[in-house]
């Protein structure tokens, strides 16, 4: 209430009171992020800087964020339910930009582009429900939940339209935020994606979620590895795969069922007519689960849409081909 009414020596008064009642300095970060969420950045920046100084008064300042590609990130919750894991991240100016994940990893596969973008744009990246540090309610979930959660986080975050960038189901949740939520989104980046599965793919989906609800998520992890890297990748680059091996099978089984039924169910095609922002379709030439022909469909619906292919990229591209995908992201921006 304080930082809302800019009351500062009665916001003073009340921090300084709960650093020395004890109340834990991660409890107050979440505080002051909460603030900023509901009270705008002018409101945050001050909140923060008379808290630092009260911590370096107490000599509880802590110390530095962790550091992600020379960029410091801060993680919060949402405070809307199912709560999202979120980080944030880059300069203050800029268009502010949103990168969504793929099935089964979380937002540490952003890592790189976030470091990168972050250098001139404000950056937030965050876990699907169901992955990562987000909520796992129970499932199925459908594509609209998944849209609906972007859509509640960007109003959260309060620096919308954003420039919206999703690979896999991310860039599913994209295309259904571009339709459904057009005044979130100023740009659209939807890569390695499709908007609509033939049967017989729904028939593999199918295959798949049996084989987790059995054998959990090593009874597919090696399959993903090898639909997500191309063949050379992997071959030049082991421990690149097997550290995304890893992070598939520490994935929560529950929650990348109850994802699959979304992606699975995507029907975005026929709807594409209305995305009204710019957008820019991305594609790997040896992706066999979003090839460029779904990539090219896509691109074909959106008006002046523009369609990139990286000739030496399956699905997982911005791994595959950090600089290229990076470079191309950075052109459409500008």
Not at 12 to 18: D, I, S, V, W
Not at 87 to 113: C, E, T
Not at 181 to 201: C, F, G, I, M
Request: with cysteine.
């Amino acid at each position: 209430m304080t930082m809302g009414l800019a009351r500062w020596e009665e916001f003073e008064l009340h921090c300084r009171a709960a650093i020395r009642g004890g109340v834990p300095v991660d409890t107050i970060k979440e505080t002051l992020m909460q603030g900023a969420i509901y009270c705008g950045v002018p409101a945050a920046n001050t909140a923060f800087k008379i808290t630092g100084e009260i911590l370096k008064e107490e000599g509880l300042l802590p110390g530095p964020a962790p550091l992600v590609a020379g960029a410091r990130v801060q993680t919060h919750h949402t405070f809307s339910q199912p709560q999202l894991h979120v980080a944030l991240q880059g300069a203050d100016a800029g268009l502010p930009i949103v990168l969504s994940h793929a099935l089964g990893l979380d937002l540490s596969m952003w890592d790189g582009l976030a470091g990168e973008l972050g250098k001139t744009h404000p950056v937030l990246r965050y876990d699907h429900r169901g992955h990562g540090g987000s909520a796992v309610p129970p499932g199925p979930y459908a594509l609209d939940d998944l849209v609906d959660d972007a859509a509640r986080l960007i109003r959260e975050w309060g620096r919308g339209p954003v420039v919206f960038i999703g690979l896999s189901m991310g860039g599913m949740v994209a295309q259904g935020l571009a339709i459904r939520h057009p005044e979130l989104v100023k740009r659209v980046v939807l890569a390695n994606t499709a908007a609509q599965y033939s049967d017989a793919a729904k028939a593999a989906w199918t295959q798949r979620i049996a084989a987790v609800q059995q054998g959990g998520m090593a009874a597919v992890a090696d399959m993903v590895v090898e639909r997500y890297l191309h063949a050379g990748f992997r071959n030049a680059n082991p421990a690149a795969a097997q550290a995304l091996r890893e992070q598939i099978l520490r994935s929560d089984a529950a929650g990348y069922v109850a994802s699959c039924y979304a992606v699975m169910s995507v029907d975005w095609l026929e709807q594409l007519s209305k995305v009204q922002c710019p957008a820019l379709v991305i594609a790997g030439a040896h992706d066999v689960g979003a090839t460029p022909a779904m990539a090219q469909a896509i691109a074909e619906r959106i008006a002046g849409a523009t369609l990139k292919v990286f000739d030496d990229a399956s699905h997982l591209s911005v791994a595959e081909q950090p600089q290229a995908f990076a470079d191309a992201v950075r052109a459409f921006i500008a």
